[in-house]
């Protein structure tokens, strides 16, 4: 069986690295000036200078399978649509992780996961990191969310990512804490549920009850309003499920976006 060294040999152990869990919002966001694309920038300048970056976005989804992509240069896709030029046009020329991405394959490899390169950096990587990271020179792989999985599957993952930790990865998780669509207010105050699920979630963090947050379904109405689909739900789990109860929980981004998103970060370090 693959283990931490044998998958790992050619990558140096490190100080454990922080893991990060991004609500990502609006793709304007990437070319906006504003308090959360600020909030990105000072965050990435605080952070140390990690080997790579692992991200699970809510916009890579598979099912059956979780893919991690190995591609040497992986492309920038603008998935989303309706929005000006000027987002169309930018790019996130970031390398890969090849070698690292595969030893991740092999150090899950009693999941369903497999090596790919048909993806790239979707929004929900690309969109923050060219604010947290805007030189685009460190490594970075995706990792697929499988939407047939059940959460307490992703956290189990989850946990066995936690390793890459101690050898310079930054995980990145980037989706939102509460994310519908459906009933967007600009310029709204917040939904009385979605503060409600927010709150939820902030106190489950803060008292590192990791089962809470895979069970968050189980509260029924509240979390189908908070997401009427779970796409933006599990990059939380990767981003939580890969902490140490030893770990420093710091609070970014606080506030809600048009009533129903939540743009609540977090770090753990």
Request: glycine fraction near 8%; aromatic fraction near 10%.
């Amino acid at each position: 069986m693959t283990t931490l060294q044998t998958a790992f040999a050619d990558l140096k152990p490190s100080p454990k690295m922080p893991a990060l869990f991004v609500g990502h919002g609006n793709p304007m966001n990437a070319i906006e000036d504003n308090a959360y694309s600020r909030a990105w920038a000072t965050m990435g300048a605080s952070l140390p200078v990690p080997s790579a970056i692992l991200c699970v976005s809510a916009h890579w989804m598979t099912r059956g399978t979780t893919l991690v992509n190995v591609s040497a240069k992986p492309k920038t896709i603008h998935d989303f649509g309706g929005f000006p030029r000027e987002l169309f046009e930018q790019q996130y020329p970031a390398p890969g992780a090849p070698g690292i991405a595969e030893a991740t394959v092999d150090l899950l490899q009693h999941h369903h996961v497999e090596s790919s390169e048909e993806w790239g950096l979707d929004h929900g990587a690309w969109s923050v990191l060219i604010k947290m990271f805007p030189k685009a020179d460190i490594p970075v792989f995706q990792l697929s969310i499988d939407m047939t999985m059940a959460p307490e599957k992703h956290l189990a993952l989850a946990q066995d990512l936690k390793a890459l930790r101690a050898r310079g990865v930054l995980i990145v998780g980037s989706g939102n804490i509460v994310h519908n669509l459906r009933a967007l207010a600009p310029g709204g105050k917040p939904y009385d549920w979605a503060e409600a699920f927010d709150d939820f979630i902030t106190q489950a963090l803060e008292a590192r009850d990791q089962g809470a947050v895979a069970n968050a379904y189980a509260l029924g109405n509240l979390t189908r309003l908070a997401h009427p689909t779970p796409d933006h739900f599990f990059p939380l789990i990767y981003s939580f499920g890969v902490a140490d109860q030893s770990d420093d929980l710091t609070f970014f981004n606080t506030g809600f976006d048009m009533g129903s998103i939540s743009m609540r970060s977090f770090v753990l370090s």
